[in-house]
């Protein structure tokens, strides 16, 4: 046994010690403090013992219960502390991790188990991080917003009825344990959130908005932040349209249509669009997907209507719904013009709920005011829309023309999005609503927008054109040529 590799961190045990002098003295082994040794490198150390915190806490100190803020993240705060409710006050060091055991009541009977460990009920963890104490020296509190971002997320999850269930516990909770000034500042949280009590209880933004009646999904406003960061500080160009001529922003029109409803599913030859749109010989067989090419041609042709832009987010409402009406007025099961009131989501992805859908879009709004108009604009009210999805159907392609309407109010050239791109342009999305990144999902529209400027004067050159860039191709059977 004393040749195999020792554990990278392990505690001591009772009957070790000369196991562990003779590792010590061949130099495969150090003390990295109390009762905690490791057999990495020194530089390497302080990141293991923070990954392993749990690990660690679990093996010496099994009696601890996790409390206050580490009760609520279930992780080191940003200075790699642990705090711990024990039967006395102490701090341990080691590189990387500090264990703070604070004097306090042990566990109570709905105190969960967590690996080989018990922490605090989420309401008593709440309670916890309500208390206020100026003689402390350290902070073992998480921020207030974490507090009521928790509190926030769980009535829009479960509702009044769960938020009622935890307050209940919370109080008996207080009355044991004698807590009456961190219940009273819950209460005033949960009262204000439920719209019971003054919204002046919370602070922060999300919370504040709930309390007002206006609440918005904090995640997706979080990637709507990247977003907006991301284009403030990139240099985009917005290309003016220097074809000004009915046929060729009729003819532009068309294709803009007829691929932002392929990408949807949408699809026709391209010899059945033309007939659709320019002939008005609606299939029997499909009257509500030519009826949605038409309705998205009728809006994205007229001039005066992709002029309108929001100045507030009243207004941005307004026209998402009146779009939405006029894109999709054929098919009733859409809700057209009406903000969704389920839930919806496309594979792993869930959007922004019901009632957070105005909140939501209200700021945003104040973020897209404060873009440059154009090109950052545009991009910007995409994903609002897109990552919002405020209807049951037909976000993608109100978000596109949202964003060309942006462009056509800037005097500029507009983007579409052909089949073969559709995949470069879906992940760029993803990669933003999943991953937090922005910066793939800029690189694609502004290509996009480079790629997107030719001359749809005359339609059969067009067609040509667009076909020997391979815009028609399934992205898996060429790759876009976007150079003349």
């Known amino acids: 046994m004393e040749d195999l590799q020792p554990p990278f961190l392990f505690a001591t045990a009772s009957g070790e010690r000369r196991r562990l002098g003779a590792l010590k ?39 601890a219960l996790l409390g206050h803020r580490t009760a609520l993240d279930y992780r080191p705060d940003p200075d790699g502390v642990v705090f711990l409710t024990a039967t006395t006050n102490r701090r341990v060091e080691y590189p990387g991790l500090t264990l703070q055991f604070v004097r306090g009541p042990g566990p109570l009977d709905d105190d969960p188990a967590f690996l080989g460990l018990r922490a605090s009920s989420l309401p008593r963890a709440l309670l916890e991080n309500l208390s206020v104490d100026p003689r402390r020296a350290v902070v073992r509190t998480a921020p207030i917003a974490t507090v009521e971002h928790r509190l926030e997320q769980l009535l829009r999850d479960g509702g009044a009825i769960e938020v009622n269930r935890l307050r209940d516990r919370a109080r008996v909770i207080a009355t044991t344990l004698g807590w009456a000034g961190a219940f009273e500042r819950l209460d005033a949280i949960i009262g204000a959130l439920s719209g019971t009590r003054p919204a002046d209880a919370v602070t922060s933004p999300g919370a504040r908005a709930r309390a007002i009646g206006e609440p918005f999904d904090t995640a997706c406003f979080e990637r709507l932040q990247l977003l907006f960061g991301e284009l403030q500080q990139r240099a985009l160009t917005t290309a003016p349209e220097p074809r000004t001529t009915a046929a060729h922003l009729r003819h532009k029109a068309f294709f803009e249509a007829y691929f932002s409803n392929y990408i949807e ?29 038409v309705g998205t041609f009728a809006v994205v042709s007229d001039p005066v209507e992709m002029r309108r832009t929001p100045s507030s987010s009243d207004e941005l409402v307004e026209l998402l719904r009146a779009r939405h009406l006029a894109m999709l007025s054929r098919r009733p099961e859409a809700e057209p013009g009406v903000l969704k009131t389920k839930p919806n989501r496309a594979g792993e992805t869930v959007f922004v709920l019901p009632e957070y859908v105005r909140g939501t879009l209200g700021q945003g709004h104040a973020l897209y005011s404060a873009l440059p108009r154009g090109l950052p604009r545009a991009i910007f009210m995409m994903f609002l829309v897109a990552d919002v999805h405020p209807f049951a159907d037909g976000n993608g392609r109100l978000a596109r023309v949202m964003m060309n309407a942006e462009l056509v109010a800037a005097g500029a050239s507009t983007i579409i999005v052909p089949t073969v791109f559709r995949d470069d342009y879906l992940t760029a999305l993803r990669a933003l609503t999943r991953r937090h990144r922005p910066t793939p999902l800029v690189d694609a529209l502004r290509r996009a927008a480079a790629f997107s400027h030719l001359d749809f004067t005359a339609y059969p050159r067009a067609l040509a054109e667009l076909q020997r860039r391979n815009w028609f191709r399934e992205p898996d059977e060429a790759r876009i040529v976007d150079v003349p």
């Open 25 to 63: 003295e061949a130099g495969r082994i150090h003390a990295i403090g109390p009762r905690l040794y490791s057999s990495l490198p020194k530089q390497q150390v302080a990141r293991a013992t923070r990954a392993a915190w749990a690990s660690i806490v679990a093996g010496l100190y099994p009696d």
């Open 265 to 293: 599913g949408t699809r026709f030859e391209i010899e059945e669009a033309e007939a659709i749109v320019f002939d008005r010989q609606i299939p029997a067989a499909r009257p509500k997907d030519a009826h949605d090419i």
